[in-house]
């Protein structure tokens, strides 16, 4: 008898990813699209007994080291799988080639959201599958960066963690055993998880979404994928009502406080001393009143500035830039009115810096992470202050022990990385793809940053990828499995010492 707990992480993975393509089955089915219920169908049938075979096969494999063999599932997850992921989608969607499905599951899978396809041409039965597969992956972030990566002082926990970097792969067998670590919190995890997404799925179809539409928003808001049905927000029955409900459902992409109840000691009033909850709560206040203040500056003169227009205007800059600090890319519905009443001709490169950004650790953003970013702060603060009192001594403290000197080190290492990907990423897809500076630059943050919707909305004109050779998608999808699985734990596993 096969037991759950002796089999590899990646065959689980695979068991998992074969069961949830009955879901979009069972959906097409119901709305009598039998061509594509019958595509998830048989091949969720085939890939099970598949699955089966392999966990006949790998039942008694003993892995001796448990911390690098996740971390290659983890690797694998996102370069593999698709493959597996593409197939019902290359066959319900119509005139397409399978690596066009493997380009889409990966960034679905990523939770980048960058899509090759207009969504009229997808049927409801391929949107659904899109956006659970983000859906998916965003939980797969949630429980591995805990699980998996926390042990290893990757993804950020590197900036907290004590002794030097890397030393977590070392040490990370004294801790607890990895897979037991996936079981607790996967269980703990999945009813939170799922249940957020119930709650938003409900409120949105309340507030007048279609029941498809407001589960694909509902899911890719919690993954921060961007995947929508409709293309975006703006076009959604919901209107101003849904922005704010997913508004306030943006908190769980900046802070892991937000959902581990095991990180608030003292409740939710953690949340007040939590760094990434307040500097991104801080960037999206301060960006959405400077945008009003440039309108207020610039037009005092000119125009009247109506009451509603001014609410309008806040609130378009107020919910875009969460939503891209968070990686999520949806636009409100006023967004091009605030930048058309503003004269804000920028726009792109602000939406590229939030990106960059991203959200906060062991949370389904991506980019640089807060935390990150305040390590940094905090670490060039302190260099002004001795630059003012040489002989003066850092604050003590919880937060000034946590952020020392080697925080502010891994937090500048991984920053260097970071932009020496997007230089590297950035010359090889010129030579591939013939687009100019500014096109390349997006493609290459969006991917990086996992922000697909950057390709929609940061340029002068949306990028069309349809355009772009074989080679230079490729390239975007090493990209965005860099940019999700981040460069750290890639190194990390080209280290010998880490395979010793």
């Known amino acids: ?32 699209d039998y061509e594509a219920s019958r595509a998830f169908f048989y091949s969720g049938v085939l890939f099970l007994i598949v699955v089966l075979m392999l966990a006949l096969a790998t039942q008694n494999m003993r892995i001796r080291r448990q911390g690098r063999s996740h971390l290659i599932s983890i690797l694998a997850f996102f370069t593999v799988l698709p493959l597996m992921l593409a197939v019902p989608f290359n066959e319900t969607v119509p005139a397409t080639r399978f690596f066009n499905a493997y380009f889409e599951m990966v960034s679905s899978l990523t939770t980048t959201g960058m899509t090759l396809f207009e969504p009229d041409r997808l049927p409801d039965a391929a949107h659904l599958w899109r956006a659970q597969v983000g859906w998916m992956g965003g939980y797969f972030v949630w429980v591995t960066a805990i699980a998996v990566l926390a042990p290893l002082t990757l993804g950020g926990f590197e900036i907290s963690a004590r002794g030097r970097i890397g030393e977590g792969a070392r040490q990370a067998v004294n801790v607890a055993d990895p897979s037991m ?27 007048g979404d279609r029941p498809l539409v407001a589960l694909c928003h509902a899911m890719s808001v919690m993954s921060t994928s961007g995947i929508s049905p409709v293309g975006g ?7 101003g009502v849904g922005e704010v409900i997913v508004f306030l459902f943006f908190a769980f992409a900046l802070s892991r406080l937000t959902f581990l109840a095991d990180e608030r000691p003292d409740g939710w009033r953690s949340l007040r001393d939590d760094p990434e909850f307040r500097l991104g709560l801080g960037i999206c206040l301060l960006l959405a009143v400077l945008l009003f203040l440039r309108h207020w500056t610039v037009t005092f003169e000119d125009t009247e500035l109506s009451l509603i227009e001014g609410l309008r205007g806040i609130w378009g800059g107020l919910f875009t830039v969460a939503s891209f600090l968070t990686t999520t890319g949806f636009e409100s519905q006023f967004w091009e009115e605030t930048r058309a009443w503003s004269g804000f001709g920028g726009s792109g490169v602000l939406l590229l810096g939030l990106a960059v950004f991203g959200g906060g650790v062991a949370t389904t953003a991506g980019g640089v992470k807060l935390l990150r970013c305040y390590a940094l702060s905090q670490h060039g603060i302190r260099e002004m202050e001795k630059l ?10 919880r937060l000034g022990r946590e952020f020392r000197r080697q925080g502010a080190y891994a937090a500048w290492v991984f920053f260097m990385l970071f932009a020496l990907s997007i230089a590297v990423v950035m010359v090889v897809l010129s030579l591939t793809s013939g687009l100019d500076f500014e096109q390349t630059m ?4 969006a991917a990086l940053s996992t922000t697909g919707p950057l390709v929609e909305s940061a340029g002068a004109a949306p990028i069309d990828l349809v355009v772009l050779s074989d080679p230079a998608r490729v390239l975007l999808c090493v990209a965005m499995v860099v940019g999700r699985l981040e460069a750290i ?11 010793r």
Do not use: D, K
Request: aromatic share 14%; hydrophobic share 60%; charged share 10%.
């Open 1 to 32: 008898m096969i037991r759950f707990e002796n089999l590899p992480f990646i065959v689980i993975l695979f068991g998992f990813a074969a069961a949830s393509m009955f879901i979009p089955a069972a959906y097409a089915f119901a709305v009598s």
């Open 181 to 207: 670590r996936l079981r607790r919190f996967g269980a703990r995890l999945l009813p939170i998880y799922a249940g957020l997404t119930g709650a938003l799925w409900l409120a949105l179809y309340i507030a």
């Open 233 to 239: 927000l703006g076009t959604t029955e919901s209107g």
């Open 388 to 397: 003012v009192h040489p002989h003066s001594i850092g604050t003590p403290g």
């Open 442 to 445: 997006i493609l290459t943050v």
């Open 489 to 499: 734990a890639i190194i990390a596993l080209l280290n010998p010492e880490f395979w």
